[in-house]
């Protein structure tokens, strides 16, 4: 029986058997041996009989072949340890060039994923994605530029600018990629990487690490990814991914870079299935774009990259338009006709939650008629609207504005209270309606006071019910309601405020 001399982590270099191949006829394992060292340590893999080398991770890797050596002198310097490779520092002997060379672990995924990797980047000829200056004939290393950092190790030194010059050289190199049909499905802050020596001077970003591609069906010749296989990066990873990653759109990568931009401007890393959005007064216009990125339902997430790059332009004008001037021209195109302004209204409501003066007077002014589609269409944004609508009425001093000024920004969140009921949004209801009665009860304007009761009177008994399980914990809320003689359809409300 033939042996393979092999390193394990921590141990002398012991001989090991080969023994019978591992899910023999299987094309993913072809050439590949199962191997067990002395020390009893896990299977590694023989590929075409080279030496396997234990990395700084622990993880084998294979030993450097006579082309490598022929070509290149290896750094002891480790440059990166990734899932499924690792990036030593070398320097090419026929100039002196200094280069990362990237060799796989000698794992069966991780040599289908380094092949992979080398095939998807050799199709992408762009400045923002990471070029591969050569590679092995055996597809088990490459080498490439050496990168000054990370954008996680270099975030300290940029400001939001450069955020927006980096997500717009990234979209740009995505579509690129998407029309090639390759899908990144692994990007993160470690996984773009900045280069130095442009001609400004700065650094160019570039997408790199593409062994997680999911390359077009048609052309795959193999199959790496498995239904329930883990994909991505924890917090960057858009949840579809847990479902079958083989089946990734172009709305991971939508989701992930969105991720990067909460990542960046938050300063905090993401969690999974936790939305993240940017809070700082500074940062605020950036809310649209990764709320609409990071939708956890990817059919609610912007779709492609040139949907992206539509809502990184409006970024782009948020930054150098004051909000009360944007709501204002949003205003008056919605009076001219224009749907799509009703939308981008209420999106840069939800960037600038604090600011009353652009809910009272902007947001507050769009008719029934136009608000109450949209909230059968969005019935969780616009209970959210609604709520941050009461509260501001609630807690606003005014301003020295007439106390009948409540009468507008209460009868848009009535508007809402209205299409909730429709939709039986029952716990919704419940929520936007503590908001709303404690608005209405502090101003204590009796025609708004007598359109509430006109509604309660119209409300169905589920809805009635959370309703008045909301009245009827707060006594001045029943005082301020209560009418004698009023009926309403539901016996749990006449009883409560008539009696």
């Known amino acids: 029986m033939d042996e393979l001399m092999v390193y394990y982590a921590g141990c002398e270099r012991v001989p090991a058997a080969i023994t019978e191949p591992h899910n023999a ?59 499924y490779a690792e990036v030593r520092q070398a320097e090419r002997k026929s100039d002196g060039q200094q280069v990362a060379l990237k060799r796989a672990f000698s794992t069966p995924e991780a040599i289908g994923r380094i092949k992979r990797e080398i095939e998807a980047q050799s199709q992408l000829a762009h400045p923002n994605i990471m070029p591969i200056w ?77 062994g997680m591609v999911r390359v077009d069906p048609n052309n795959m010749s193999k199959v790496l990814t498995r239904t329930g296989q883990r994909m991505g990066t924890p917090g ?99 009076l001219l006709g224009d749907d799509e302004s009703l939308r981008a209204l209420i999106a840069l409501a939800e960037g600038y939650p604090e600011n009353y003066d652009l809910f009272f007077d902007f947001v507050a002014q769009v008719t029934s008629s136009r608000m109450r589609p949209w909230a059968r269409d969005e019935p969780e944004r616009a209970a959210h609207l609604a709520v941050l609508m009461a509260e501001h009425v609630h807690a606003s001093p005014w301003d020295g504005r007439d106390v009948q000024y409540v009468e507008t920004p209460l009868a848009f969140v009535l508007g809402v ?30 025609p708004q006071r007598a359109r509430t009761l006109e509604w309660l009177g119209e409300l169905g008994d589920d809805a009635a019910r959370a309703v008045a399980r909301e009245i009827a914990g707060h006594p001045d809320t029943v005082a301020y309601y209560h009418e004698a003689g009023w009926r309403a359809r539901s016996i749990v409300l006449t009883s409560l405020l008539a009696s």
């Open 25 to 83: 006829g299987d094309d993913q394992w072809d050439g590949l041996a199962c191997v067990r060292g002395e020390e009893g340590s896990l299977p590694i893999w023989d590929i075409s009989r080279r030496h396997v080398l234990a990395s700084a991770s622990g993880m084998p890797v294979i030993e450097p072949s006579a082309e490598v050596k022929a070509r290149y002198r290896l750094a002891p310097k480790t440059l990166g340890i990734g899932t």
């Open 134 to 210: 050569d590679h092995g004939q055996d597809f088990l290393w490459y080498a490439m530029p050496i990168a000054e950092g990370s954008l996680k190790a270099l975030r300290s030194r940029l400001d939001e600018e450069d955020l927006e010059s980096l997500l717009f050289d990234l979209v740009d190199a995505l579509n690129v990629a998407h029309e090639q049909k390759l899908i990144h499905r692994d990007i993160s802050p470690q996984n773009i990487l900045g280069m130095t020596g442009t001609s400004a001077g700065g650094i160019r970003w570039v997408l790199a690490d593409w």
């Open 236 to 334: 960057y990873d858009a949840p579809e991914l847990d479902e079958d990653p083989r089946l990734a759109t172009a709305a991971v990568d939508v989701y992930s870079l969105g991720r990067v931009a909460a990542w960046f401007l938050s300063e905090k890393d993401p969690r999974p299935g936790v939305q993240l959005l940017p809070q700082k007064e500074n940062t605020l216009h950036w809310r649209k774009f990764v709320r609409e990125s990071t939708q956890q339902d990817v059919t609610r997430r912007i779709q492609t990259m040139a949907g992206l790059g539509q809502s990184l332009r409006e970024v782009a004008l948020h930054r150098t338009e004051p909000p009360l001037v944007r709501g204002a021209k949003l205003v008056e195109e919605l």
């Open 417 to 446: 209270l209205r299409s909730l009921a429709e939709l039986r949004e029952h716990g919704l209801i419940q929520d936007v309606a503590a908001a709303y009665m404690r608005a209405d009860v502090k101003w204590g304007y009796e």
